[in-house]
Nanobody, 125 residues
Framework: VQLQASGGGLAQAGGSLRLSCAAS????????MGWFRQAPGKEREFVAV????????YYADSVRGRFTISRDNAKNTVYLQMNSLKPEDTAVYYC???????????????????WGQGTQVTVSS
């Protein structure tokens, strides 16, 4: 599957952005989809994941209650709605997918075989 992330940009603290990740090439609904982020000088970290049907989601503590992950299998797209943004949310955001993940692997970047190119999110204070 090929993944194309978009929607990043500049936002003020307290503002909102919505990221999209469009998939092509394989049966999107078979893939667990996640969002990760990487700030300068830091390791890539888990943000959110949505399971195949879209009915189950999980979030990093740092974003729970502010970010919402969702997917539209008819449009082969996964979204990340980011509200109440903070300067510490500044990072390059990556979408990732994999058809074979188990629950214990969904928050681990190395477990994902397919990655989008990343989209920059910058939050000013």
């Amino acid at each position: 599957v090929q993944l194309q992330a978009s929607g990043g940009g500049l936002a003020q603290a307290g503002g909102s952005l919505r990221l999209s990740c469009a998939a092509s090439g394989r049966t999107f609904s078979n893939y667990v989809m996640g969002w990760f982020r990487q700030a300068p000088g830091k390791e890539r970290e888990f943000v959110a994941v949505v399971r195949r049907s879209g009915g189950s989601t999980y979030y990093a503590d740092s974003v729970r209650g502010r970010f919402t992950i969702s997917r539209d299998n008819a449009k082969n797209t996964v979204y990340l709605q980011m509200n109440s943004l903070k300067p510490e949310d500044t990072a390059v955001y990556y979408c990732a997918g994999d058809p074979g993940l188990i629950i214990t692997s969904m928050t681990h970047a190395p477990a994902y075989d397919y990655w989008g190119q990343g989209t920059q999110v910058t939050v000013s204070s």
